[in-house]
């Protein structure tokens, strides 16, 4: 069982920043994916960006050059700093830590851009 812990969400402006963080602890293992994903009201949650214990990452093209996705694998750390953000990027975002086929979420952080 992985414990997930996000913090770092709000409100922001339009073209604002905000830094989101999410802490795993519990059975964690050494070979993992940590990631972010979103959902907005009425939508199906989506990937937003995957980082792999091996460095390999991956962005959603809506989220290019705007987010960056980091890990301190010492702490089980996962990052996502946000920069330009838009209204569009209004959603929940979650955490996810992935071990080979399973995967455990976080509760949940509001990220709201509106001016």
């Known amino acids: 069982q992985v414990q997930l812990v996000e913090s770092g969400g709000g409100l922001v402006q339009p073209g604002g920043s905000l830094r989101l963080s999410c802490a795993a602890s519990g059975s964690t293992f050494r070979d993992n994916t940590m990631g972010w994903y979103r959902q907005a009201p009425g939508k199906q949650r989506e990937l937003v960006a995957t980082?792999?214990?091996?460095?390999?990452?991956n962005y959603a093209d809506s989220v290019k050059g705007r987010f960056t996705i980091s890990r301190d694998n010492a702490k089980n750390t996962v990052y996502l700093q946000m920069n330009s953000l838009k209204p569009e990027d209004t959603a929940v975002y979650y955490c996810?830590?992935?071990?080979?086929?399973?995967?455990?979420w976080g509760q949940g952080t509001q990220v709201t851009v509106s001016s």
């Open positions: 996810s830590y992935k071990i080979g086929l399973v995967r455990s």
């Open positions: 980082s792999g214990s091996s460095g390999n990452i």
